[in-house]
């Protein structure tokens, strides 16, 4: 379904979002790794296929084990120092090269726990991050004295997923809810979708996109509470810039209730003012809450009775790329389509199901985000029997290789004998010269070969590890925005412990450092 606003003009210089020509230094300063979105570190010349075999730990931050132990926050990397977040409420800054200390930050007291839920960007000697009650950052990168903070949102279950990015004395995020994973007895839903931009330098709000109408009550539950529509369709993935044309591209969620708004759909907006340049919605209708998943529960679950309960998010990040002088822009879907449009019109160029569609959590499809490299697109699949690590032609989509989660992830390591482990892949891909990086549902770290699709190496999480901050960790289940691999400089960054209750893990998950 295609909606155009106000087309850009044909006069208009498209962008060669070639990953070898941004950053010539080798870090990796943001979640995306540039504006385009590449996550491929084209700088990486020390790690290649003839020895990422070599890898070995050279070190390990351990979290403490508190109320929340599942780790978001993908590190960046900028010059010698590493910075990240935790569940434990803190940020820190870190040597790259030894996990030494540099600063740390404690999270300001909330209504609700907080604790870091994005990944930092690193720009003009400021660090900007996100947290769990959607509040948002800006540190010193030198120090980490607080700069500014702002509220993104007031709802009561409002966060901040959306990792962000700056151009241009902007910094731009997304907001998203976990509104519709409350009880039934809450009054559902009315929070709105939206991505924002802030001045980098102060704080004040540029300017706001909502993803649907102000929702309007319109009667009640079965139980008497409130019911508001229309609701929904959080920005959960991270924004992308073409520099060029001044245009964001940035992925929405499904509605939690009614119908109605840009619910899954991949908005082009002015990265100046907001404006809409177009948008395509890639899902006629999908309204869902975690009542979805009770069969019971019909009269809580808006869609489940008409089957539009499928939670088919674009929750992953555009990949922006050329194919014979003609802007694309690809982004994978929770269906396990991957979609790619004309950058400036918005129209499908093509599409390819790499993924088994399972209705209803959204966990068959392509989670949080690809890796473009400037030849070959790589994407993986989450639960898609099974999870699949894909290399594809980006201007056909043809497959050119396929390497499924290997059959023994389950059965060897600390995941064996786990009933919860699985051949999943719910993190995003990276890539760097000659090497596809990737975490799995089993815990295992790999890295593959980027021509091939063979696993050149492979690293189990799943075992205690003492970090250099003194605490024991392990790693876990490798999934969330927070366990994309980093690359910066000759050394493979990467968060682990997801889900500790995994392998009944007793500790805190952990950062690892690999180098060869």
Known sequence: MLKTTALLTAALVVLTASPATAHANGDWAGWQKDLAGSRHNAAEWRIDRNNAGKLKLKWAFAYPRGDFNGVRSQPAVVG??????????????RDARTGGARWEFTLPRADRYAYNSDGPAVADGTVFFGDSTSRFFALDQRTGRLRWQVQLDQGVASTTTSSPIVHNGLVYVGVSSAENTLPVTYACCTFRGHVDAYDADTGALVWRHYTVPEPVEVGTWPNGAKRFEPSGAGVWSSPVIDRRTGTL???????????????????????????????????????????????????????????????????????????NGRQL????????????????????????????????????????????????????????????????????????????????????????????????????????????????????????????????????????????????????????????????????????????????????????????
């Open 329 to 516: 822009v690809g982004v994978g879907q929770k269906s396990g389509v991957y979609h790619v449009f004309d950058a400036t019109t918005g129209q499908v160029v093509w599409r390819r199901q790499l993924g088994v569609p399972l209705p209803s959590g959204g966990i068959s499809g392509i989670q949080w985000g690809s890796s473009y490299d400037g030849q070959r697109l790589y994407i993986a699949t989450y639960y898609a029997d099974p999870g699949t690590l894909f290399a594809v032609d980006p201007a056909t989509g043809r497959v050119l290789w396929q390497t499924p989660a290997p059959e023994d992830g389950c059965t060897t390591g600390g995941a064996a004998g786990q009933p919860t482990c699985a051949r999943a892949h719910g993190v995003p891909v990276s890539s760097t010269p000659g090497v596809v990086w990737l975490g799995a549902g089993d815990g295992k770290f790999r890295a593959y070969d980027a021509r091939t699709g063979r696993i050149l190496w492979t690293h189990d999480t799943v075992q205690d590890v003492r970090g250099v901050n003194g605490l024991t960790g392990r790693g876990g289940t490798m999934a969330g925005p927070g366990a994309g691999a980093v690359v910066s400089n000759g050394m493979v960054y990467v968060q682990s412990g997801y889900y500790p209750e995994f392998t009944g893990n007793p500790n805190g998950p952990v950062l690892l450092a690999f180098g060869l």
């Open 80 to 93: 010698d120092t590493v910075y990240f977040g935790g569940p434990d409420g803190k940020f820190y800054a």
């Open 249 to 323: 591209y940035v992925g929405t969620g499904q509605n939690y209730t009614g119908r109605g708004g840009e619910f899954d759909s991949l908005l082009a907006l002015n990265a100046r003012t907001g404006a809409v340049r177009w948008t395509n919605q890639v899902t006629n209708a999908d309204t869902w809450r975690d009542a979805c998943n009770t069969p019971d529960a019909e009269g809580y679950c808006p869609g489940l009775k008409d089957g539009t309960n499928l939670d088919y998010d674009i929750g992953a990040t555009p990949n922006l790329f050329t194919v």
